[in-house]
């Protein structure tokens, strides 16, 4: 009875704080990304034995000439406000890093470094959208995108695609999904959470169909460049039609397993990284100065330095993917980037295992955190409902113990 007085008074007072709170974080949904990555900690913590394939997040430790930088750069007394769009010599690293990574020419007042690039993402899409614009969004997509868009008061616009087509959106789709209203497209190659890579002729042919419509703008976001398994990577700004009207978005998180050092930065027209950079003014200033000395050496780096982590997480993917297919009613592409894999499960909706009854993606996730003891991420958060995402950025042998306790769960 006490506990019963006890949960309806918090629940009571959970409700009324939540009136309080604004409608723009009322409406916002919870990154189920961070979400699912949370629970798996907590049931870790409880002691059950929890495989967790739920966050995009390399395990490997940062490479020591990175940490080295970042310890030098303590020892120099690097300890003051920075820049807000970031050092001089960070913005010289990254022009030439696009320069010679993705063959791009951005000057130094092109770039805008931030904190991570999801704050870069949020910053583009705070001073590109107003309210009622639509955002065109291919699905599947990263998570936050949707929640950005929600946030400047756009309308997300999904063009949903499917296994069929290897998770990519036609030219046919993208040209049906444009209106008058249309203000920016998401782009996002190699994909999170498909894992897909358009070649250079799939961008081309999308640009021809963007070249009709000259007040759109494209956010490229390359975060997952240098985790490609086959042919090369290509970017939008690339294109001499595209190039005015691209934001190209990248960081340091994936490529050199820096997540929590929180660095992305974008290439951009100057008019755009100056507003960004206002923005950024308001709301966090210059990016962690320790953070972006590290950030220089590791973009000064030969890509070679990195090329350990790639060959690991292509052996990885060799394995889950084989792991997987011998489960009846997963259905895999085959992806040629990032580290995840995104099977449609939708074989199993209606069907009731261990008592629980499967309605979509999101309880077909649960079943395997609660049955299987293993974290994954449902589609629906991506815009694909069909789907679960697991991410094989873990060590293979407990990707292949968390397969085989999910095979065992569907036999
Ligand atoms: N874009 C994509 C597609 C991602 O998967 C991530 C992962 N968090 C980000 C952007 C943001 O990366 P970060 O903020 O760690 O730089
Ligand atoms: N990008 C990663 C993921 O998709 C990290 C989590 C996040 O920032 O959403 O899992």
Known sequence: MVSFVFYYFSLLNNLMMHTKLSNRINKLP???????????????????DIISLSLGEPDFNTPDFIKEAAKKAIDDNYNSYTPV??????????????????????????????????????????????PGDEVLLPAPYWVSYEAMVNLADGVPVPITTSIKSNFKITPEQLEKAITPKTKLLFFNSPNNPSGSVYSEEEY??????????????????????????????????????????????NGVSKSFAMTGWRVGYIGAPE????????????????????????????LEASVSKIKFMVDEFKVRRTLILDLLSQIKGFELNKPEGAFYVFPNISYYFGKTIQGIKINNASDFSMLILEKANVATVTGEA?????CIRLSYATSQKLLTEAIKRIAELLK
């Open 30 to 48: 919870v990154s189920q990304t961070l979400a699912m990555a949370a629970k798996a900690r907590v049931l870790k913590a409880e002691g059950k």
């Open 85 to 130: 769009n970031g050092y001089l010599s960070l913005r010289e690293a990254i022009a030439n890093k696009f320069k010679r990574d993705n063959l791009l020419d951005y000057t130094t007042n092109q770039i805008v470094v931030s904190t991570g690039a999801k704050q870069s993402l949020a910053n583009v899409v705070m001073v590109l959208v107003n």
């Open 204 to 249: 081309r042919a999308l640009a021809k169909i963007l070249e009709k419509h000259p007040n759109i703008y494209v956010i490229s976001d390359e975060i997952y460049e240098h985790i490609l398994f086959e042919g090369t990577n290509f970017s939008f700004a690339r294109i001499k039609n595209m190039y005015d009207r691209t934001i190209t978005v």
């Open 271 to 298: 008019w755009i990284a100056k507003a960004c950079t206002k923005m950024q003014g308001q709301i966090t200033s210059g990016t962690n100065c320790i953070a972006q000395m590290a950030t220089i050496a590791a």
């Open 382 to 386: 991506f815009g694909a409902p069909n």
